[in-house]
């Protein structure tokens, strides 16, 4: 299997300023890391990207809501071609050539004008024109939520739930480092990033706010 390329992940700020002419910018598939064999020609092209199902986690833009919708087993978003050698760009021209040989669950990745994330989707990916295979630059939805402790164990992560419609909902566990556990009882209420919820209810990679006013109430 070919080496999943690795994320730089930058702020939000940092990635509005992306522009075309320096780097390739791509919709963040929200899925898990793939790869298929396309024929072309005489040639196998391996090609890199996420599978998407129902399950990866609901971040979709309009496209991939209407790949689902045709494929509700689940579809692959083609983001890459594993030549090592090749920079982005000569990369990404022999992606867009081959696109036309694409099975008809297999799309190509949304490719955007500017560095911001389009409504739905999980993020955006950057990728200077000139490198090589590897590194990338990621941006990536972060929402952040009211929630109350609700359990408190033997190590930092704490239970946590929202309150929803006047019922706490449970959101998982979330790590209270840097002695933030100690200032903290059953029924304080803190803020907590994370990268929308998962299938089940769950806030996904949730991480305690990072500035001084993470703990909202005692």
């Known amino acids: 299997m070919c080496e999943k390329p690795k994320k730089i992940v930058v702020t939000r700020e940092q990635a509005r300023a992306w522009n075309t002419a320096e780097m390739l910018i791509q919709v963040k598939a929200d899925g898990v890391f793939s790869e298929r064999k396309v024929l072309w020609g005489d040639a196998v092209v391996l090609v890199l990207g996420e599978f998407v199902t129902c399950k990866s986690g609901g971040f979709l833009s309009p496209l991939h809501r209407r790949m689902l919708e045709s494929f509700p087993c689940g579809f692959f978003v083609a983001f890459d071609v594993t030549y090592p050698d090749l920079t982005t760009r000569e990369r990404w021209n022999l992606l867009t050539t081959i696109e036309p040989f694409f099975?008809?669950?297999?799309?190509?990745?949304?490719?955007?004008?500017?560095?911001?994330?389009?409504?739905?989707?999980?993020?955006?990916?950057?990728?200077?024109?000139?490198?090589?295979?590897?590194?990338?630059?990621?941006?990536?939805?972060?929402?952040?939520?009211?929630?109350?402790?609700?359990?408190?164990?033997?190590?930092?992560?704490?239970?946590?739930?929202?309150?929803?419609?006047?019922?706490?909902?449970?959101?998982?566990?979330?790590?209270?480092?840097?002695?933030?556990?100690?200032?903290?009882?059953?029924?304080?209420?803190?803020?907590?990033?994370?990268?929308?919820?998962?299938?089940?209810?769950?806030?996904?990679?949730?991480?305690?706010?990072?500035?001084?006013?993470?703990?909202?109430?005692?």
């Not at 004008?113 to 972060?142: H, N, S, T």
């Open 103 to 218: 099975p008809c669950d297999m799309v190509l990745v949304e490719r955007l004008e500017a560095g911001e994330i389009p409504p739905g989707a999980e993020g955006i990916v950057g990728k200077p024109w000139d490198a090589p295979y590897g590194d990338m630059f990621a941006c990536k939805v972060l929402e952040t939520r009211l929630c109350v402790v609700t359990s408190i164990g033997g190590s930092r992560a704490v239970g946590i739930a929202e309150n929803v419609g006047g019922s706490l909902v449970d959101r998982g566990r979330v790590t209270l480092a840097g002695g933030k556990v100690e200032r903290v009882r059953v029924g304080s209420v803190v803020k907590v990033d994370g990268m929308g919820l998962t299938e089940a209810g769950k806030i996904r990679e949730p991480k305690v706010h990072n500035d001084d006013g993470w703990l909202v109430k005692f």
